[in-house]
């Protein structure tokens, strides 16, 4: 029988290995924000950019929703993050944006300054 | 910004322990050391706010990778630009290893200026992680504060940590959380309950459903360390039906939680049972008095009884309730994990750990912030949200939403707590704030919140019922023209009256937006009152707009009228209709020519 | 016993019992802070304000009527601060209200009034927008009128606390609440069983019964109509109150003089009737006693319990005794026999009814009571109405000579009398009852087991060897009790009371509103008019309802005897489940409704 | 009155019995009018009879909670519902006026369905999307940084699709 700490430790070592089964160590992981606020200002939409660019074949990135960081005014956000880099931040992210974010970052490692917070 | 180019930013603690600590020198140091290897373009040095971390200051923060150093003196500059920012090797001796649980949130964001002179305990995983997977939230030492209550600690244990961790209710009126739990605890009944006040109305306020849409097991988390010290077995969470995803995340979780046998029997294979269920608000600010709330709960109208006696003795079906709002059940999980000692270092005398607001209005970056208690208005209203946007000036800041009160410029550097707000004639409320520029009329932002809470009032006490009303049409006639002599005092009669006789907290603080603004913007009032005239231009039935001699005809203002009030032929002198204008603005804004006369 | 405290008050200490709200230690050491929400016999809203005093340590006033006192307390209740509230609380009511004082049925009589004065209210300060609704006219007892509703929420209470008739809720909220039935049905559609209680406790003129003063002062000057009254036990226990007498001073001789002055030709008793209902309903009881018929037995003389039974209780209806109420055997009476006897021409006869009763209005109305096409009463008043007939008449009600009742229909025993109080119908029936089934005399005919103003009463009697068990409760919250009672018991209880009205009918919806200085509805008051009736019952030489010589003289000319064909045709009824707009009862689900 | 839906009103039924074996079972008076608006779109008099009945509460009642929450409608509303953001922040950037248009525009008050029952107007509190004030919410799509031109040009086109529609 476990003590709750040594089965909160467990379940956490779970967890841990499911996220890292969904590719949580791709080199690239893109967070699109996805509260309330994010969805007003579009951010399915722009969700919907980066689930279909996966569906069409993008690998090696791991795609992931997340909450209101506060940035209201820039609203959509998406974050590109890769292990040993600054990550990325997007603001006001259209799917136009997604698409080129697709396009340039994801693929070919271009950080699309103008666009970053 | 441009992001190529840098490979490093550092971002150094600017607390007052550091500064202290001579983070100033570190900072020279930092430059002088940088400039020496020519990394000037690709490193920055950013400032944050306290870090929490004041023992061990000051702290240096290197990412990408978050690396924190501790401790960091003159002596050691050289050594950090060297190994680390050019060979891309750490310095292990100076780096901090101690898991935070608040810290986590800048390994993404703490480069960002806005984020840097915040500091997130309540929404320590907003915009980090993944809200609808209890993985996200496991990984980063979810519900490990509950794991370590029920094995380590006694339910008195975690009142006293709570105690002394000096958290007060983060809804509006700041009990001490720990002594509100202790009075719960102390009840004898079988049955006992523990509710979450998610019922946020504040017109302009988000940081409840933030909360909960970004990370809503941490509210899971702190409503059964909750239970399991007043010895509940049921909790419920109050939320607005306004917030469908917020409720569909809560909903999410609840059955993740279940799921992981952290809710229901034997929870992690204690003898500790708890279950949660949501209820839902529908429409009435006033269920956020937590008397109405009950009577909400239990399927009544939302109106508040007189207490005592409280919902601790005497709450939700009669049984003693402990009631916590959202950001003040998430502060719970950090207590217990990071210890009270390290949260009672955050903040101000009487006020302790941070405080999120919702800042709206006039400024540049509009958006949630949590900071410190003890930041001041303007670190907040300048340093994070940017200051004013268009160049406009600054006139006041509201807090509290209509609960609060107007603070003008000379408040600017007001040390955000409890007592501060409150001895500056506001209230910190459950953290609206908004920014107020020259544009606006006070007179009109008064009357905008009174609408707000006379059509909110329950309707059961007077002062509250026909009062708010009577304000409310005061300040319409002042607005539109028609203020007499005398009404000023009349609001403040009212107001008083109202403030002190009225039945529930929604009353007694009704008046509190006017007489702030009669206190600190008496002669906006007068001059509605005797000159028919507002500054700021707002107040429609006081001004007028007329096309003047410079038109030259261009159309614009024709083009853009909602409301076909222009008429003119092109190149000629247009005309506006004043009995179909509806005084928009939008010609005034459109004209190049400064043909259009606002008066 | 529990510990006294000490409790400041104005800067003097005192000693008072703890576990009591500082409204209730005030009023003890003589204080009587002003008040208007506040009802002994509801509980607490803490809503107008008005009771605020000033508690040292709080950070805003508080309402005495909810907070408790504790020792070493300091209380103020009369700072200048406090006087300026208050002032001010009660000028935003009046804001609000019509202010046609001179022309309302509540001048003189209303709370809000009385307390505007004591407030020294002389200027108006905050005048706006008032609220503005129509008067809902539909129903024939009460009439509702939202306009003068200050929302203090003590009909609300009433209705549903004390009556547990939930008709009444606080609907929309803010400046827009107003007080109405479920989706502001009229009220004649309404569940209301028109007890009248929420007039009793309106402080305004917001409930207020239908008026019908006008059309019978017309009737009255109708030289074609011969006018019969006839008045209930209770108003002649009430009445004087109306005129500045002391309460529970029985007017009887006074009341049937000024009724003649009015211009009545013919003064009846109603108690007369209530003998008539206890020859039947006492019959009744023992037929179906001895013949295995439905029991309990529960009577049926109240109509706001009628209106309550058909809509909640339709499970029941054939445990309701088929007698129709006095005033209703009493007002077939006056249109057959009397009315042949005489050789009037029973369409010529204007009915009247005295009554302590708002629901009669109703009851008057019902086609179920009918006979030969005829309504047995035509125009019921109020005892507040009669009061302000005689006033208008000029008539000298307090110094007017005594005068006693008419034949055939005027004489009754004590037992009628006390018909009035809860437990009176129970006792009566059990003073024949008795002696019809025993053929034996009852010695102690004085039941003090039914008489008071505990909610539900029991009892138990022995029969020739059988016991009878009895049951007697006075409000309608009070029988709904007792019927979930007889619900899951159905053999408990032999024969029960009900009476709607708190204290049965001395407490009825249309008794003199509360003078200066008293409650509405306060125990001190129903006791004493009650006990007017067990005084003027003990006074009489016959006090079983089967000596009365006018009823045996009835039956001998008239009905033949108790439960004969006659009776059936004049005196009983059957009642109907109707279709019911408030909880449909899970019990009445098998039930027949009809529309 | 107009026949309710009969599945609907099954599923209505099979979540009133569901509550009504719960603990405090009048405590989901409410659970049960959102549960009922969400089928009907408004809270119609036949169901709260039927809640009087099932939860075992006064019809008083329920009318005094069902008037007290601004959330539920007791009519039926127009196809599309516009709310117009009265919070703080849509209110500083001119929301009063985007809620002056509509109304002069659709010729209703707020509360009220128009004639053509396209749209009923309402108010409401803050809808959380601050950033981009002033909002306004049409069924569940928000429209943000309005002017009283670009607020018209909205309802037109709802207006061109229900045109449209009824053409088909």
Partial sequence: MLTPLQAIKKKRAEAVNRIVSKGYLST?????????????????????????????????????????????????????????????????????????????????????AEWVI | MDVKETRY????????????????????????????????????????????????????????????????????????????????????????????????????????????????????????????????????????????????????????????????????????????????????????????????????AFMDRSAIEGDPHTVLEGMMIGGYAIGAGKGIIYIRAEYPLAIKRLEKAIASAREHGLLGENILGSDFAFDIEIRLGAGAFVCGEETALIHSIEGHRGMPRPRPPYPSVKGLFGKPTLINNVETWANIPVILLDGADWFNTVGTETSKGTKVFAVAGRVQNTGLVEVPMGTTLREIIYDICGGIPNGKRFKAVQTGGPSGGCLPEHYLDTEIDYESLAKAGSIMGSGGMIVIDEDSCM??????????????????????????????????????????PGDIEKLQRLGEMIKHSSLCGLG????????????????????????????????????????????????????????NAIEGVRKEKHRILQEVCIRCGQCYEVCKFDAITKA | MSQMITITINGKDYRVEPNQTVMQAADTLGFKIPRLCYHPKLSIEGACRVCIVEVEGQRNFVASCAFPVSDGMKIKTNTHALRRARRDIVELIIDNHPMDCHTCERDGNCELQRLAASMGIRARHFAGERKRYEEDLSSEA??????????????????????????????????????????????????CTACGQCINVCPTAAFVEKNYTQELFEQLNDPERVKVVQFAPSVRAAIGEAFGLPIGQNMEGQLIAALRKLGFDYVFDTQFGADLTIMEEANEFLERLQNKGTLPMITSCSSAWMKCLEQFYPDLIDNVSTCKSPMSMQGAMIKTYFADKMGIDPTKICSAAAMCCTAKKYEAERPELMFDGMRGVDVVVTTREIAWMIKSAGIDFVNIQPEKADHPLGLSSGAGAIFGATGGVMEAAIRTAYELYTGQTLVDIEVEGVRGLKGIKEGSLTMDGQEIRVAVAHGLGNACKLLEVVRQDPQRYHFIEIMGCPGGCVGGGGQ????????????????????????????????????????????????????????????????????????IPKEAKKIEVTQ | MTELAQDKMTTLREFMAEVSNKDYAESYLIAVLHKTQELFGYVPRQVMDEASEALQIPTAHIWGVA??????????????????????????????????????????????????????????????????????????????????????????????????????
């Fill in chain 1, 28 to 112: 690239k992981r893109v967070y699109v924000g996805m509260a309330t606020c994010e969805i007003a200002a579009g951010s399915k939409e722009v969700m919907d950019v980066f689930r279909q660019a996966i569906a069409n074949g993008l690998t090696d990135v791991y795609l992931s929703q997340k909450g209101c960081a506060g940035r209201c005014n820039l609203e959509p956000t998406v974050e590109v993050v890769e292990e040993g880099k600054i990550p990325v931040k997007y603001g006001r992210v259209t799917p136009q944006r997604a698409r080129d974010i697709v396009e340039r970052h994801l693929k070919k490692g271009e950080i699309i």
């Fill in chain 2, 9 to 204: 930013k550092l971002t150094l603690c600017d607390g007052t322990a550091c500064i202290h600590n001579h983070s100033k020198a570190v900072q020279q140091a930092l430059e002088t050391e940088l400039d020496k290897h020519g990394l000037k373009d690709s490193v920055s040095i950013h400032l944050s706010g306290c870090l929490g971390m004041c023992t061990k200051g000051p702290i240096l923060i290197v990412n990408p990778g978050y690396i924190m150093y501790g401790r960091v003196q003159v002596e050691d500059v050289p050594e950090i630009v060297e190994s680390h920012l050019v060979n891309n090797k750490a310095v292990t001796r100076l780096i901090i290893t101690e898991d935070h649980l608040y810290n986590r949130f800048f390994r993404i964001f703490g480069d960002v200026d806005f984020f840097g002179k915040q500091m997130r305990i309540a929404l320590r995983n907003c915009g980090i992680i993944d809200p609808e997977n209890i993985d996200n939230y496991l990984s980063l030492r979810g519900y490990e504060a509950l794991a370590k209550a029920l094995e380590t600690m006694t339910p008195g244990q975690v009142i006293e940590e709570v105690k002394k961790s000096g958290l007060r209710g983060r809804g509006g009126a700041g009990f001490p959380t720990g002594l509100k739990w202790e009075f719960t605890a102390n009840q004898d009944s079988d049955e006992k309950y523990v509710i979450c006040n998610a019922d946020e109305g504040d017109p302009g």
């Fill in chain 2, 443 to 484: 007179v009109s932002l008064a009357r905008f919140f009174l609408e707000f809470t006379q059509d909110e009032s329950c309707g059961k006490c007077t002062p509250c019922r026909e009062g708010t009303k009577r304000m409310y049409e005061i300040l319409t006639r002042i607005t539109e023209g028609q203020g007499q």
């Fill in chain 2, 508 to 563: 007694q603080s009704a008046p509190n937006p006017v007489l702030s603004t009669i206190e600190n913007f008496r002669e906006e009032y007068e001059e509605h009152i005797q000159d028919k005239k507002c500054r700021a231009g707002q107040c429609t039935a006081l001004l007028s707009y007329t096309i003047n001699d410079k038109c030259v005809g261009c159309g614009a203002c024709k083009r853009v009228c909602p409301v």
């Fill in chain 3, 142 to 191: 009460v009439i509702r009128n939202p306009e003068k509703c200050i929302l203090c929420g003590r009909c609300v209470r009433m209705c549903s606390e004390i009556q547990q008739v939930h008709n009444l809720t606080q609907a929309h909220r803010g400046f827009q609440t107003v007080v109405m039935p479920a989706y502001d049905l009229p009220m004649a559609e309404s569940v």
């Fill in chain 3, 512 to 583: 003199p509103y509360a003078a200066i200085n008293t409650i509405p509805l306060d125990d001190k008051a129903l006791k004493k008019r009650a006990q007017a009736l067990y005084d003027l019952d003990r006074g009489k030489t016959i006090r079983r309802s089967h000596d009365n010589p006018d009823v045996q003289k009835l039956y001998k000319e008239f009905l033949q005897h108790p439960l004969s064909s006659v009776s059936h045709k004049y005196l009983h009824t059957h009642y109907k489940a109707k279709l019911p707009k408030g909880i």
């Fill in chain 4, 67 to 168: 008037t007290f929450y601004h959330y539920f409608n007791l009519e039926p509303i127009g196809r599309h519902t516009i709310s117009v953001c009265m919070g703080t922040a849509c209110y500083v950037k001119g929301a009063t006026q985007v809620l002056d248009v509509l109304k002069k525009e659709l010729g209703v008050e707020v509360g009220k369905t128009t004639e053509d029952r396209l749209f009923t107007l309402q108010e409401a509190r803050c809808l959380g999307a601050c950033g981009i004030a002033p909002v306004i919410m049409i069924d569940d799509k928000i429209y943000g940084e309005l002017d009283a031109k670009k607020t018209v040009e909205i309802i037109n086109q709802y207006r061109k699709a229900a045109a449209e529609s009824r053409k088909v």
